[in-house]
């Protein structure tokens, strides 16, 4: 699959088969998540693999009861070390480039989980203290996606987009 048809073809999945998601496949978003760019190549991604439905229940809770997190097969919990940016670009790498790098893992994560015939949705809207409990984070770890993935039960449409002409300012605003 070519990767502007990816991009174009992702959809947000929020409804999952019960087939399994091969421990084979989830090597293989890691890998993808592996290779996002990061500020100095710091590389300050740690990811959590949950199929546990007891910590998925806990995910779903933290998540504002978004109960197609538990439903999922796998859940990967994208997590920023904000120590491991800190130490190069202090308060700017705490607070800015460890979350870029993430959201960049998580992109290649969802383009390659659709590439692989996977559904998934990045989860951004959740208490983070609650998903720290659930996954016993040290205290320097933040939780920045959690990414349900299993194997698409629907098929939504295209949302609408905003119009280039709307988006798209040359030399200044």
């Known amino acids: 699959m070519d990767v502007l048809e990816a991009i174009r073809r992702r ?9 399994e998601v091969s421990e084979e496949n989830i090597e293989k978003l890691i890998d993808a998540a592996t290779w996002a760019p990061s500020a100095g190549n710091i590389q300050p991604w740690e990811f959590v693999i949950v199929r546990d439905a007891g910590i998925k229940r806990k995910l779903s809770t933290a998540a504002l009861d978004q109960r197609f997190i538990e439903e999922a097969p796998v859940v990967i919990v994208v997590c920023a070390n904000e120590a491991r940016s800190g130490r190069r670009y202090d308060q700017r790498g705490r607070t800015l480039y460890c979350l870029q790098d993430t959201a960049a893992a998580t992109q290649n994560i969802l383009l390659t989980a659709h590439a692989l015939g996977l559904g998934t949705c990045w989860i951004g809207a959740f208490h983070e203290e609650g998903v720290k409990k659930a996954l016993n984070t040290p205290t320097d770890m933040r939780p920045v ?3 349900p993935v299993g194997h698409p039960a629907e098929k939504p449409e295209a949302p609408p987009k905003r119009s280039k002409g709307e988006i798209i300012h040359y030399e200044s605003f």
């Open 145 to 147: 996606a959690i990414i």
């Open 11 to 19: 959809r947000s999945i929020r409804a999952y088969t019960n087939e």
